[in-house]
């Protein structure tokens, strides 16, 4: 039986360059690999040939694109998914499903149905939260919620056998109009038990092996934000690898695939500062000799940790601000305040290591007050800052308040659903004409920042000599980039 595992595509077809490998669907190919079955994997959302950064004005303003290539069979990516789909003649194929990539993922399962008439099988957050309605969509045989290793590999041994694959925990189907779901068993406390993601089975090898670089250190997240519905995967646990089973993940990454920069994905790597500590110090007494970033909170961090992840090689930390008004922080159960955010992005920058910010537009109850607020922390941070659309996620308490406000009425539209969205807006104590400007205003500020941080001759040869470092083979193109920038400004102004 031949599998194969497609991680849809919703950035690239927003002509946004965000490059990763996908973990999840990686832990299970390594698992289905391991069992015998031949087994792909499909990262429809790497753009190998474009190394565009986009600004925030520019990713909420191609949102656009996404609508448009949903509707345009011809778009660059479902040719080359038509493609894949012809060579390989998958018996099944499995789906990576969050709300935003919905759409997408059906779009796929009708051409895999046509094409190949292959088994269909949704997993991921979407399914999860929302297992019933996934199910009984058009050409969705199968849904898998939680964590899927050991339920796929169940559902795919039962088709491959020829058996009913009902009773399956995690798995559900509709088997005529009824709805059939046995909920998932307890999850697996002891992650060390799964194998490496497989990173071999991915398809044009040669186009993504500078991409292989992602590693996640713990699942979960005990955190209670008002606007996640991640909690209804993990149930606010949190797993942890074992710092001796990271380290040969690693080792793995360098020495077989060239990797010397890793990407931390995960939900908040500093939950646990010990074991944290503890990883960095065997990266140095290794003498791995990597750079790498990871995502944490602002509230996390302290001089002892940062330098140790400085001297273990840590170029980079993500924070998920959200918002710099203490009364919108208090409502999404961030659990810090301002003032903190802004003492933990001090610590970071003092020591050395890159630091910039998530940011939330437009939660159901922000105040003109509390946007300017957040407006004014971006002012005085002066790093760079993602801003992001509130988007209601179901099952999160912030969309069935949405919903309680008749912010929400009837079913979500996919299209639109999206974290870069201009349609977003679940906004009711402020008109529309002025939250748009509130928007603006953030917008353009942010940018500001960005442009700062990311252009000019200082950031080129900081940049360029990371890229020594990491052996990325950039160098050359990244320099042609910035020579046609600085080409472009003369002529302009000649």
Known sequence: MKILLVNPPVNRLCDNAINYFPLGIGYIAAVANRAGFKT??????????????????????????????????????????????????PDVVGFSCTSASFLPCLKMAGEAKKLCNSAIVFGGIHPTILPEETAKSENVDYIIAGDAENSFLALVTALSEGRDASGIPGVGRYAGNKFSFIPPEPVEKNVDIFPFPDRDCIINFEEHKNYLQAVITSRGCPYQ??????????????????????????KLLKEKY???????????LVLNKKRILKICRMMIDENLKITWGAFTRADSVNRELLSAMKASGC????????????????????????????????LIKESGIHVDMNIIIGFPHETEEDIKDTISLIRELEIPANINTFTPYPKSRLYDECVERGLIKGDMDWATF?????????????????YRKLQ??????????????????????????????EEDRKIPAFTRNILGKVKSRVAGRA
């Not at 001796?244 to 993940?249: C, L, Q, Y």
Request: net charge positive; aromatic share 10%; proline share 2%.
């Open 418 to 434: 999206s974290q870069h969205s201009p349609y977003n807006e679940f906004i009711q104590d402020i008109s529309p004409e002025a």
């Open 225 to 250: 934000c008002t606007f996640c519905s991640g909690r209804n995967i993990t149930g606010g646990v949190v797993r942890y690898r074992s710092p001796e089973n990271v380290i040969s993940e690693i």
């Open 40 to 89: 792909y994997i499909y990262n429809a959302d790497l753009e190998t040939k474009k190394q565009t950064l986009l600004t925030n004005k520019q990713r909420i303003k191609n949102h656009n694109l996404f609508i448009d290539a949903l509707n345009n069979d011809s778009h660059r990516v479902w040719v080359e998914y038509r493609e894949i789909l012809n060579k390989t003649m």
């Open 440 to 469: 603006a205003e953030m917008i353009d500020l942010a940018d500001k920042m960005m442009k700062k941080h990311y252009s000019g001759l200082g950031h080129y040869l900081k940049r360029a000599r990371e890229i020594w470092v």
């Open 258 to 268: 060239g990797m010397n920069h890793i990407m931390f994905y995960d939900d908040s």
């Open 315 to 346: 170029k980079f930390l993500g924070l998920g601000v959200e918002s710099g008004s203490n009364k919108t922080l208090r409502k999404v159960n961030k659990g810090y305040t301002r003032e903190q955010a802004i003492a933990g992005v001090k």
